[in-house]
């Protein structure tokens, strides 16, 4: 998930105050305050490097460097009157001056920011071999694509409209494709919309783009999957990532859809679809910039937990070769080595040691092969093992965490190779594992782990999939089925969450208990205990997550008429066995509340939230059910739900 912001204003008006920011006008004209304060409300989408472009006549000047917004050396002053700006969280290339956005082509005259990713950028690039490449992002291929683009439209328009040129061709003042600048293409009259529709049509993946080009008051925008927005002001327009970059100018704005393509000028913003011009309604939003920043929701776990669907699709996309049952993970971990591993262990703490737990079935079960899943402040590399044959896997969103990164050094110490499954690129973690493999959640601002969970889970299924296809111990056929189960989750998640008002009225008329009791079998049991987790700590309230085969074993003792039972009666979760001990509590008078696609446990449930069919999938998606329940009882009890009494979101001390 990265920010972006676009804008374009008819000119300086220092004068007339009434056009500032301050006063709720569109600025006084000049573009870099209003990109450098809108990449500074966008700064929770992403945070490690930023930039601006500025176009002032023919020249097209850029900002751009690693680190937060803050830290970005921009002039004081600059008379450029559009621009466009971006605020990055990697997922090509480190966190770098080079890899920061806006990219440009080799003439320096178009600029590009981007959110989401290309998928076929490889291919791209590989077709652009005579351009230079200064980064390693995926992006840095459109400014290109559209350099090519204009100069072959360029050549076409002084051809006398001809059709079919290609880079060879010569231009009549005897220049290649490759000579002509984008100034000349101005002379041209080339469109740049139709330019910019023409190359996001060979784009495979997700985006949202901005372009803008030395010479040119416009900024052009694309959108397929990653949202964007315009806002429409009086004397200047805007496009960003979300209406928080812009809103305490212009609360009026057009929510663009998949396939659209816009231009932005000064004078207004025109939307095409399908190469044709399209009305999109104008709507005027009543949030305040704070609430804006929480995309109308009142806390940013709420936000998270609803982003998940989109989330999930960014953690998969690319990734799944559906042809062949297997996947592409770009790991540098030698084939050879994971075809022998002997033993994965994982290391991780809290919500992120859940995921593991959850991981261990998947790889148990479907690359069979040994895994111990390891709190990591408890971890030691035990005797007993080779460590050339093992594989130490830890799992941490921010990729910071003290405890998770001592675990992983006491293995690389002992000889063990060691794998990075974090939220953060460039991260510690990251940058001390043999290899590392991003979930790609987008930043998570709650203190509670929702979505970077969720992400968790489906990255480790498909690295799943790639150590039981190395290993051959997957058939494509039964790999096949888990990536179908993967590619249906952001659906099925999408339904849970539907369901959201239901679940608060769960947690309402369940907020006054004495305790909260959390049981599923297997998978079922790794999303009890995160379930728990999540009440405990922001709800304040006490919940115990544990295999509901131990009920009888102990805990049974507490369980009473105040004690609700949370359940996952899913596949995966052993629903049979589990709705056995569901019975036990239920005798004692415990109100039991079921996740579920069992329908033998309708009769034992006081309320039934149902879970869509997805296999092993199943009890992830009944995950999403908790977050909900947990988010409503805090919120019920008024809880710091964003930032919880005692706790921190990156722990880094042991
Ligand atoms: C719970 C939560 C924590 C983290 C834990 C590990 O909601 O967020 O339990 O999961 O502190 O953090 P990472 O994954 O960053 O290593």
């Known amino acids: 998930m990265c920010g972006i912001i676009g804008y374009v204003s008819s000119g300086i008006d220092a004068e007339n105050e009434s056009t500032t920011a301050a006063d709720g006008g569109t600025g006084d004209g000049r573009a870099l305050p209003v990109l450098a304060e809108g990449l500074r409300n966008l700064e929770y989408r992403g945070y490690d490097s930023a930039g601006v472009a500025l176009v002032e006549d023919d020249d097209l000047s850029v900002f751009k460097q690693a680190g937060v917004i803050d830290d970005l050396d921009l002039p004081d002053d600059h008379p450029a009157t559009s621009g466009v700006g971006h605020t990055r969280w990697s997922t090509h290339g480190k966190p770098t001056d080079a890899n920061a956005h806006p990219h440009t082509d080799c003439s320096g005259d178009i600029a590009v920011v981007h959110n989401g990713i290309i998928e076929n950028y490889d291919d791209?690039?590989?077709?652009?071999?005579?351009?230079?490449?200064?980064?390693?992002?995926?992006?840095?291929?459109?400014?290109?694509?559209?350099?090519?683009?204009?100069?072959?439209?360029?050549?076409?328009?002084?051809?006398?409209?001809?059709?079919?040129?290609?880079?060879?061709?010569?231009?009549?003042?005897?220049?290649?494709?490759?000579?002509?600048?984008?100034?000349?293409?101005?002379?041209?009259?080339?469109?740049?919309?139709?330019?910019?529709?023409?190359?996001?049509?060979?784009?495979?993946?997700?985006?949202?783009?901005?372009?803008?080009?030395?010479?040119?008051?416009?900024?052009?925008?694309?959108?397929?999957?990653?949202?964007?927005?315009?806002?429409?002001?009086?004397?200047?327009?805007?496009?960003?990532?979300?209406?928080?970059?812009?809103?305490?100018?212009?609360?009026?704005?057009?929510?663009?859809?998949?396939?659209?393509?816009?231009?932005?000028?000064?004078?207004?913003?025109?939307?095409?679809?399908?190469?044709?011009?399209?009305?999109?309604?104008?709507?005027?939003?009543?949030?305040?910039?704070?609430?804006?920043?929480?995309?109308?929701?009142?806390?940013?776990?709420?936000?998270?937990?609803?982003?998940?669907?989109?989330?999930?699709?960014?953690?998969?996309?690319?990734?799944?070769?559906?042809?062949?049952?297997?996947?592409?993970?770009?790991?540098?971990?030698?084939?050879?080595?994971?075809?022998?591993?002997?033993?994965?262990?994982?290391?991780?703490?809290?919500?992120?040691?859940?995921?593991?737990?959850?991981?261990?079935?998947?790889?148990?079960?479907?690359?069979?092969?040994?895994?111990?899943?390891?709190?990591?402040?408890?971890?030691?590399?035990?005797?007993?093992?080779?460590?050339?044959?093992?594989?130490?896997?830890?799992?941490?969103?921010?990729?910071?965490?003290?405890?998770?990164?001592?675990?992983?050094?006491?293995?690389?110490?002992?000889?063990?190779?060691?794998?990075?499954?974090?939220?953060?690129?460039?991260?510690?973690?990251?940058?001390?594992?043999?290899?590392?493999?991003?979930?790609?959640?987008?930043?998570?601002?709650?203190?509670?782990?929702?979505?970077?969970?969720?992400?968790?889970?489906?990255?480790?299924?498909?690295?799943?999939?790639?150590?039981?296809?190395?290993?051959?111990?997957?058939?494509?056929?039964?790999?096949g089925r888990l990536l179908e189960n993967l590619r249906g989750l952001p659906g099925a998640v999408q339904q849970l969450l539907d369901a959201s008002d239901r679940l608060e009225a769960v947690a309402t008329e369940y907020v006054d208990e004495d305790a909260y009791f959390f049981v599923g079998r297997q998978l079922g049991s790794a999303v009890a205990l995160e379930g728990a987790l999540k009440l405990k700590e922001i709800a304040y309230v006490h919940a115990e997550g544990f295999p509901s085969g131990e009920l009888k074993h102990g805990t049974l003792a507490l369980v009473t008429e105040n004690t609700p039972v949370l359940t996952v009666l899913t596949e995966g979760a052993r629903p049979g066995e589990t709705l056995n001990n569901v019975k036990e509590v239920e005798s004692r008078g415990a109100p039991v509340i079921g996740f579920s696609s069992y329908d033998a446990a309708a009769n034992y449930l006081d309320v039934e939230i149902p879970i869509p069919d997805l296999g092993v999938l199943e009890p992830l998606v009944a995950n999403v059910g908790l977050q909900l329940f947990a988010y409503h009882v805090a919120n019920e009890l008024g809880r710091a739900i964003d930032k919880p009494r005692n706790l921190a979101k990156s722990v880094t001390v042991e």
């Open 124 to 479: 791209l690039r590989a077709e652009l071999d005579d351009h230079e490449f200064t980064s390693e992002t995926d992006t840095e291929v459109v400014p290109h694509l559209l350099e090519e683009e204009l100069a072959a439209r360029r050549r076409r328009a002084s051809d006398g409209g001809q059709v079919g040129a290609n880079a060879d061709d010569v231009t009549p003042d005897g220049a290649t494709a490759d000579d002509a600048t984008v100034a000349d293409d101005q002379i041209g009259g080339v469109d740049l919309v139709e330019a910019v529709e023409a190359v996001v049509d060979r784009l495979s993946g997700s985006y949202a783009v901005a372009v803008t080009i030395a010479g040119r008051e416009e900024v052009v925008v694309a959108r397929q999957d990653s949202p964007l927005v315009l806002g429409v002001g009086e004397d200047a327009n805007f496009v960003a990532s979300d209406v928080t970059a812009f809103v305490e100018h212009t609360r009026d704005v057009v929510y663009l859809e998949d396939g659209d393509v816009a231009r932005v000028t000064a004078g207004g913003v025109d939307v095409r679809s399908d190469g044709e011009y399209v009305e999109r309604e104008t709507k005027t939003v009543d949030w305040e910039a704070e609430a804006a920043e929480k995309g109308g929701y009142d806390h940013y776990m709420l936000k998270e937990i609803h982003e998940q669907p989109g989330a999930l699709r960014q953690t998969l996309s690319g990734r799944i070769d559906e042809v062949g049952g297997d996947v592409d993970l770009e790991l540098d971990l030698p084939e050879s080595f994971l075809a022998n591993v002997d033993e994965i262990q994982v290391v991780a703490c809290g919500t992120s040691y859940h995921a593991g737990l959850y991981a261990r079935r998947l790889l148990e079960s479907f690359a069979d092969v040994r895994v111990t899943v390891e709190v990591a402040s408890e971890y030691e590399f035990q005797g007993g093992r080779d460590p050339w044959e093992t594989l130490v896997v830890a799992v941490t969103q921010s990729g910071e965490t003290a405890d998770t990164l001592s675990a992983m050094r006491k293995a690389a110490k002992a000889g063990a190779r060691t794998l990075a499954v974090t939220n953060t690129v460039g991260s510690t973690a990251a940058r001390e594992a043999d290899d590392a493999l991003y979930i790609r959640a987008g930043p998570e601002i709650g203190v509670a782990a929702t979505k970077t969970f969720a992400a968790q889970v489906t990255a480790l299924s498909l690295f799943t999939v790639h150590v039981g296809r190395r290993r051959g111990t997957l058939t494509s056929e039964r790999a």
